[in-house]
C-alpha cells in the first residue's frame, strides 16, 4: 500500500515537472508574441492623432508642411532593436514625401501623449527625457535635382525624437523604384531600449512644387500634383522579423496650397521665428515646440496681400464710423424737431 501511494506521489510529481518543463518552452514565444507596435499619424483639422488614413475631411496640409508621426513600441525586451522607416517618394510619377523632418515642426504641439488614435504609449502621461538623433541628409537626385536642395529650400529641422531609449544610428535613406511612377525611400535605425517600451516620432515633408521640378526649369511636381492614389509611410522589420509592419496613408484631398521657402527654418532670414538654441542650429532643448505650428498654408489665412490692401481697412472702419454717427445725429435732430411742428 506504502509503494503503491510513493509511486502515484512519484507519477504526480513528474507530471507536475512535466507540466513545468512545458510551461517553460512556451515562455519565451507567448512573451515574443506580446509585443505590439502601433503608428500613428496627425489629423490637422481634427487636432488629434489618426490611426487611419488621412483626407481632406480630418487634415489639411500645404505643400512643404510637416505630418507628423508617433510610433509606440511595447513589450520590447531591454537592449538593441532596430526597425526601418519606410515612406513614398513618389506616387504617380509625382513627388510625395521627399525627406523625413522633426516630428513637432508644424503641428502637434508637443501633444505626444493625447489619448487618440491607437499609438499611445504606456509611458504616458509622464514621458522620460526624449533623445534626438539628426536625420541623414539626403544627396539622391530625381529628374536632375537633390533631395537635399529640398531640405534647404524647406529650411526644417530634421531630427527623430525618441523617448525610453537611445538612437544609435540612422542609415538611409536607400531608394528602390522609377521616380517616374511609384518609388520610395528606406531608413534603418537602430536604438537601444531601456525598458521595454519605446515611443518614436518624425514628421514626414510634403514635396513642394517650388522646388520639385521648377528649380531645374522643369513643370510643378510637388506632392498637390499626386491625383487619385494616396501615398503612405510605413514601419518595417522590427528587429528583422517580417512581420508588426505598419502602414498610413495621406490622401490628395488633403493638400491645400503651399509654404514660402525657408518658412520653416529656425530662425528664418528676414527676422521672426525664434532664436536658435545654444551653440546654434535646431533652437530649443528635446521634445520642446519652438517652431512655427501652421496647420493651414498663408493662401487660406486672412491677412492682406500688399500695403495698398492693409490701408484699406482702416480707412473703410472710418467711414463706417462716421456714417453711423451721422445717422444717430440725423435720428436725434428729427426726435427733438417733431414737437414744434406741432
Given at each position: 500500500?506504502?509503494?503503491?501511494?510513493?509511486?502515484r506521489?512519484?507519477?504526480?510529481?513528474?507530471?507536475?515537472?512535466?507540466?513545468?518543463?512545458?510551461?517553460?518552452?512556451?515562455?519565451?514565444?507567448?512573451?515574443?508574441a506580446?509585443?505590439?507596435?502601433?503608428?500613428?499619424?496627425?489629423a490637422s483639422?481634427?487636432?488629434?492623432?489618426?490611426?487611419?488614413?488621412?483626407?481632406?475631411?480630418?487634415?489639411?496640409?500645404?505643400?512643404?508642411?510637416?505630418?507628423?508621426?508617433?510610433?509606440?513600441?511595447?513589450?520590447?525586451?531591454?537592449?538593441?532593436?532596430?526597425?526601418?522607416?519606410?515612406?513614398?517618394?513618389?506616387?504617380?510619377?509625382?513627388?510625395?514625401y521627399?525627406?523625413?523632418?522633426?516630428?513637432?515642426?508644424?503641428?502637434?504641439?508637443g501633444?505626444v501623449?493625447?489619448?487618440?488614435?491607437?499609438?499611445?504609449?504606456?509611458?504616458?502621461?509622464?514621458?522620460?527625457?526624449?533623445?534626438?538623433?539628426?536625420?541623414?541628409?539626403?544627396?539622391?537626385?530625381?529628374?536632375?535635382?537633390?533631395?537635399?536642395?529640398?531640405?534647404?529650400?524647406?529650411?526644417?529641422?530634421?531630427?527623430?525624437?525618441?523617448?525610453?531609449?537611445?538612437?544609435?544610428?540612422?542609415t538611409?535613406?536607400?531608394?528602390a523604384?522609377?521616380?517616374?511612377?511609384?518609388?520610395?525611400?528606406?531608413?534603418?535605425?537602430?536604438f537601444?531600449?531601456?525598458?521595454?517600451?519605446?515611443l518614436?516620432?518624425?514628421?514626414?515633408?510634403?514635396?513642394?512644387?517650388?522646388?520639385?521640378?521648377?528649380?531645374?526649369?522643369?513643370?510643378?511636381?510637388?506632392a498637390?500634383?499626386?491625383s487619385?492614389?494616396?501615398w503612405h509611410?510605413?514601419?518595417?522589420?522590427?528587429?528583422?522579423?517580417?512581420?508588426?509592419?505598419?502602414?498610413?496613408?495621406?490622401?490628395?484631398?488633403?493638400?491645400?496650397?503651399?509654404?514660402?521657402?525657408?518658412?520653416?527654418?529656425?530662425?528664418?532670414?528676414?527676422?521672426?521665428?525664434?532664436p536658435?538654441?545654444?551653440?546654434?542650429?535646431?533652437?530649443?532643448a528635446?521634445g520642446?515646440?519652438?517652431?512655427?505650428?501652421?496647420?493651414?498654408?498663408?493662401?487660406?489665412?486672412?491677412?492682406p496681400?500688399?500695403?495698398?490692401?492693409?490701408?484699406?481697412?482702416?480707412?473703410?472702419?472710418?467711414?463706417v464710423?462716421?456714417?453711423?454717427?451721422?445717422?444717430?445725429?440725423?435720428e436725434?435732430r428729427?426726435?427733438?424737431g417733431?414737437?414744434?411742428?406741432?
Amino acid at each position: 500500500m506504502r509503494g503503491g501511494q510513493g509511486f502515484r506521489a512519484f507519477v504526480t510529481a513528474a507530471s507536475v515537472g512535466a507540466l513545468l518543463l512545458a510551461l517553460g518552452a512556451v515562455a519565451s514565444p507567448i512573451h515574443a508574441a506580446s509585443t505590439t507596435v502601433n503608428l500613428d499619424q496627425w489629423a490637422s483639422s481634427d487636432a488629434a492623432w489618426q490611426n487611419g488614413n488621412l483626407n481632406g475631411n480630418n487634415s489639411r496640409y500645404p505643400e512643404g508642411g510637416i505630418v507628423p508621426f508617433r510610433l509606440a513600441m511595447e513589450g520590447l525586451k531591454v537592449g538593441k532593436h532596430s526597425i526601418h522607416i519606410n515612406y513614398d517618394f513618389t506616387a504617380n510619377g509625382h513627388k510625395a514625401y521627399d525627406f523625413l523632418a522633426t516630428w513637432n515642426v508644424t503641428n502637434a504641439k508637443g501633444k505626444v501623449c493625447i489619448p487618440s488614435g491607437g499609438a499611445i504609449s504606456s509611458m504616458c502621461p509622464s514621458l522620460p527625457v526624449s533623445t534626438t538623433r539628426a536625420i541623414p541628409s539626403d544627396g539622391f537626385k530625381a529628374n536632375g535635382l537633390p533631395v537635399s536642395g529640398a531640405e534647404a529650400y524647406s529650411g526644417a529641422p530634421r531630427r527623430l525624437t525618441m523617448w525610453g531609449g537611445v538612437i544609435s544610428s540612422i542609415t538611409g535613406p536607400t531608394h528602390a523604384g522609377s521616380v517616374n511612377g511609384n518609388s520610395t525611400a528606406d531608413l534603418v535605425v537602430t536604438f537601444v531600449s531601456t525598458g521595454p517600451a519605446v515611443l518614436l516620432a518624425w514628421g514626414g515633408h510634403l514635396a513642394q512644387s517650388a522646388y520639385w521640378d521648377t528649380a531645374g526649369g522643369g513643370a510643378r511636381d510637388g506632392a498637390s500634383l499626386v491625383s487619385g492614389a494616396p501615398w503612405h509611410v510605413r514601419t518595417l522589420q522590427l528587429d528583422g522579423a517580417g512581420n508588426k509592419n505598419q502602414d498610413r496613408s495621406i490622401q490628395p484631398s488633403a493638400i491645400v496650397g503651399e509654404l514660402p521657402p525657408q518658412a520653416l527654418a529656425p530662425n528664418p532670414p528676414g527676422g521672426g521665428g525664434n532664436p536658435p538654441g545654444p551653440g546654434g542650429g535646431n533652437p530649443g532643448a528635446p521634445g520642446t515646440t519652438p517652431f512655427p505650428h501652421l496647420t493651414a498654408p498663408p493662401t487660406t489665412m486672412s491677412q492682406p496681400t500688399s500695403p495698398g490692401d492693409a490701408a484699406i481697412v482702416p480707412a473703410l472702419l472710418l467711414l463706417v464710423f462716421a456714417a453711423a454717427a451721422f445717422a444717430q445725429l440725423v435720428e436725434r435732430r428729427t426726435t427733438t424737431g417733431s414737437p414744434r411742428r406741432r
